[in-house]
């Protein structure tokens, strides 16, 4: 089995507001194996953070064309903890909500999410974001990269 190793990030200029704002993501995958590494970077309109750190991450194992052991590195609380501390289990027991605390926020990315954790052996883990992790800050240019062209159209 291929072994993949995955960064991701997603950001938003002007998080959560109603209109006007963008956001965008950045994806790097290594392939270890024979020393390839491929960059993806989307930018979209009136989104939110959490949505962009999700579809990255979406986006990104969409990209494998096979069964692969995975590891996404995400600087995403969000994201990485939604499976380390179990959240998704919850969330899917309870039928993709929050139980008495109310609807799931991004529903249909967590399913969609869940589906393609299931395709690969997977593993997230949390990086520190804007540090020294050259990977991590070549998904945070991706983003910017994405933003920036969707600002100057």
Not at 34 to 45: A, T, V
Not at 89 to 102: I, L
Not at 112 to 124: F, G, I, N, P, V
């Amino acid at each position: 089995m291929k072994e993949i190793t995955i960064y991701t990030d997603g950001g938003c200029r002007g998080n959560d507001s109603q209109k006007d704002n963008i956001g965008g993501l950045g994806v790097v995958l290594l392939y270890p194996e024979k020393g390839i590494i491929k960059e993806y970077k989307e930018g979209f309109y009136n989104t939110t953070n959490n949505k962009m750190e999700l579809l990255a991450v979406i986006k990104a194992l969409e990209m494998l064309k096979e069964r692969c052991k995975v590891t996404v590195y995400s600087d995403s609380a969000y994201v990485v903890n939604a499976f380390k501390q179990g959240w998704i289990e919850g969330w899917k027991s309870k039928g993709w909500t929050r139980g008495k605390s109310g609807e799931l926020k991004n529903k249909e990315l967590w399913i969609k999410l869940d589906q393609l954790s299931k395709e690969h052996e997977l593993c997230l883990e949390k990086v520190k974001g804007h540090s020294n992790d050259k990977y991590n800050n070549r998904a945070d240019e991706l983003v910017n990269q994405a933003m920036d062209l969707l600002s100057n159209k």
